[in-house]
DNA sequence: ATGGTCGATCGTCGA
């Protein structure tokens, strides 16, 4: 089962990417964030015809996230518990295939720290725990694919002293993500790409649109695929598809996958 | 250096 993840900055500016990457890579389960449109505005069909199932919490312009997959979707959960004043469509999960839970995840970018938004990214992390608390007591693998906003380590950060205390890797952000790890998550890259065997350039997903960043591979990794001990335990295969930031008209991240067992 | 480049939407916000 190949699970992908990609935060395609507006799904219509980006269907042609879209399809033909699908079209190149053939997953079964597709994780999108930062669809940017409402769920009626959402290009179906085209992926439908495809073979796959879609699934879909919108929001006008900003957010958005989708489950595309080609195997069975049951038990779809459209957002995060613990606040009920929370609108933003950033959180949806699905069980596919009969046997994994998968969810599609797009933190809070967090403005700027001390923002507003940033205390509610911080918040966002304390709700992701409670809730993952709970769906790790479940039968089922799990698989949290997303844009986490977050470089977990100075290994995932081209310039990690310019970036010293700057939005997505302050201490606070990053204990965030890894309260995540410390109820039984596993990254999934970091699994087959350690921090200190890997060639850590070649792991960022993000690179800013501004001053050519992916030229100068000014990248930062910041989508990540979280896998459940059940999970990691079938983990054969993990990449990032950088070749996807390279095209023409591309979103500023390129997608995450892992292929597990079975 | 407080810029720069995108997308949604159409002046400006969010990233």
Same mark, same amino acid.
């Given at each position: 089962?190949?699970?992908?993840?990609?935060?395609?900055?507006?799904?219509?500016?980006?269907?042609?990417?879209?399809?033909?990457?699908? /079209?190149?890579?053939?997953?079964?389960?597709?994780?999108?964030?930062?669809?940017?449109? =409402?769920?009626?505005?959402?290009?179906?069909?085209?992926?439908?015809?495809?073979?796959?199932?879609?699934?879909?919490?919108?929001?006008?312009?900003?957010?958005?996230? #989708?489950?595309?997959?080609?195997?069975?979707?049951?038990?779809?959960?459209?957002?995060?518990?613990?606040?009920?004043?929370?609108?933003?469509?950033? $959180?949806?999960?699905?069980?596919?295939?009969?046997?994994?839970?998968? #969810?599609?995840?797009?933190?809070?970018?967090? /403005?700027?720290?001390?923002?507003?938004?940033?205390?509610?990214?911080?918040?966002?992390?304390?709700?992701?725990?409670?809730?993952?608390?709970?769906?790790?007591?479940?039968?089922?693998?799990?698989?949290?694919?997303?844009?986490?906003?977050?470089?977990?380590?100075?290994?995932?950060? &081209?310039?990690?002293?310019?970036?010293?205390?700057?939005?997505?890797?302050?201490? /606070?952000?990053?204990?965030?993500?890894?309260? =995540?790890?410390?109820?039984?998550?596993? +990254?999934?890259? *970091?699994?087959?790409?350690?921090? +200190?065997? #890997?060639?850590?350039?070649?792991? &960022?997903?993000?690179?800013? $649109?501004?001053? #050519?960043?992916?030229?100068?591979?000014?990248?930062?990794?910041?989508?990540?695929?979280? =896998?459940?001990?059940?999970?990691?335990? *079938?983990?054969?295969?993990?990449?990032?598809?950088?070749?996807?930031?390279?095209?023409?008209?591309?979103?500023?991240?390129?997608?995450?996958?892992?292929?597990?067992? /079975?």
């Amino acid at each position: 089962m190949k699970i992908a993840s990609w935060n395609i900055n507006s799904v219509r500016a980006r269907l042609d990417n879209l399809i033909a990457w699908m /079209q190149e890579t053939d997953p079964d389960v597709v994780l999108l964030q930062e669809t940017k449109c =409402l769920a009626e505005q959402f290009p179906r069909e085209p992926l439908e015809n495809l073979g796959y199932t879609v699934v879909v919490k919108g929001q006008k312009s900003y957010n958005g996230v #989708a489950i595309l997959s080609k195997l069975t979707v049951e038990d779809v959960r459209t957002s995060l518990p613990g606040d009920e004043n929370d609108v933003e469509a950033r $959180y949806l999960e699905a069980v596919v295939g009969g046997n994994t839970r998968v #969810a599609s995840l797009y933190v809070p970018n967090g /403005q700027e720290v001390g923002a507003e938004k940033y205390f509610y990214k911080l918040r966002f992390f304390e709700r992701l725990s409670a809730h993952f608390k709970d769906v790790l007591s479940y039968k089922e693998s799990f698989v949290v694919g997303g844009d986490y906003n977050v470089a977990p380590t100075d290994y995932d950060v &081209y310039d990690p002293i310019l970036f010293k205390n700057r939005l997505s890797v302050t201490p /606070q952000e990053r204990a965030g993500f890894h309260s =995540l790890l410390n109820l039984g998550f596993q +990254d999934a890259i *970091r699994v087959l790409y350690p921090e +200190d065997k #890997a060639d850590n350039t070649a792991l &960022y997903t993000w690179w800013d $649109y501004r001053q #050519a960043g992916f030229s100068k591979n000014h990248g930062l990794r910041i989508d990540h695929l979280l =896998l459940s001990p059940q999970a990691g335990g *079938r983990l054969f295969e993990a990449g990032i598809d950088r070749f996807v930031r390279a095209q023409v008209k591309p979103s500023d991240h390129a997608p995450v996958w892992c292929v597990l067992k /079975q």
